[in-house]
């Protein structure tokens, strides 16, 4: 195998370490999903709602992306610069300008702007917004949380990451860690890259996406708010799963899959 890996704390992983989006140009040791930790947020959002047959309005959705960054690990959203040049030409402003600086007015145009599809960096969400009956997450929830992601980025919310990402997708395969088996019988743990992945790769960790929806739920049942009952949680991370594969059979039909079981 190309890549070694090794054994860590799953805790200390979820807490420490983003999960970023499945995209080979993400810097540094990661651990990846389809849409990053803001994009398992999203279908774990839908799933609540389906349930309780009610949909979320903006204070709702604020709460439990507060809770995520506060109680379980970074809310991770990316984009691309391309992307972000088009939204400051759309907004009139030059191209080096820093989000940081951007004033309270900028603050909120930027977020109009960034909920419309065309202008979405990150190939899964904007899919997602473009086919709800393929990854049946409505489109409404998904702009209220787009708002809700910056309102709380710009604020300087802990735990909130937003990565602009250089560059075009040049990866040449799938690197998909399918199932794991912990030899620490004491504590839970987690295989991670021990180095950063090389550009070119795509990774995609799904034991760790399974722990990291685990923790949302666990924490949102704590926070006595509406959650989803334990036999349901398997539907969730099924559901992720096939929006995942949605998402490469669209973007990168092509790229050969390398399946892992350790």
């Not at 709602?49 to 309005?57: I, L």
């Not at 940081?100 to 190939?123: D, H, I, V, W």
């Not at 998909?176 to 890259?193: G, I, K």
Request: net charge negative; aromatic share 8%; proline share 5%.
């Amino acid at each position: 195998m190309a890549h070694s890996l090794i054994w860590m704390p799953t805790d200390e992983i979820l807490k420490k370490v983003p999960c970023t989006c499945i995209d080979g140009r993400t810097q540094g040791i990661r651990y990846s999903v389809a849409g990053g930790s803001f994009g398992l947020i999203l279908h774990t959002l839908a799933t609540i709602q389906r349930a309780h047959n009610k949909c979320m309005n903006q204070v709702e959705v604020d709460r439990y992306l507060a809770l995520f960054a506060a109680a379980v690990g970074p809310v991770y959203l990316h984009s691309d610069q391309h992307t972000i040049d088009r939204i400051y030409a759309r907004m009139g402003l030059e191209a080096e300008t820093r989000l940081k600086e951007l004033n309270n007015s900028q603050q909120r145009s930027f977020c109009e702007l960034a909920t419309t599809p065309e202008l979405q960096g990150c190939g899964h969400i904007k899919l997602m917004m473009q086919n709800e009956l393929d990854y049946q997450v409505p489109p409404a929830l998904v702009i209220r949380a787009i708002k809700v992601f910056f309102r709380l980025f710009f604020a300087g919310t802990p735990n909130l990451m937003f990565d602009v990402l250089a560059g075009r997708h040049q990866e040449e395969s799938v690197l998909l860690l399918q199932e794991q088996f912990s030899r620490n019988l004491d504590q839970e743990s987690a295989l991670l890259l021990a180095e950063p992945m090389e550009e070119g790769r795509f990774f995609c960790h799904r034991p760790l996406k399974q722990a990291l929806a685990e923790r949302f739920l666990n924490a949102i049942d704590k926070a006595d708010m509406p959650s989803l009952d334990r036999s349901q949680w398997p539907e969730l991370i099924r559901a992720h799963n096939s929006a995942a594969e949605s998402t490469l059979h669209t973007l990168a039909p092509e790229l050969p899959v390398n399946h892992i079981r350790l």
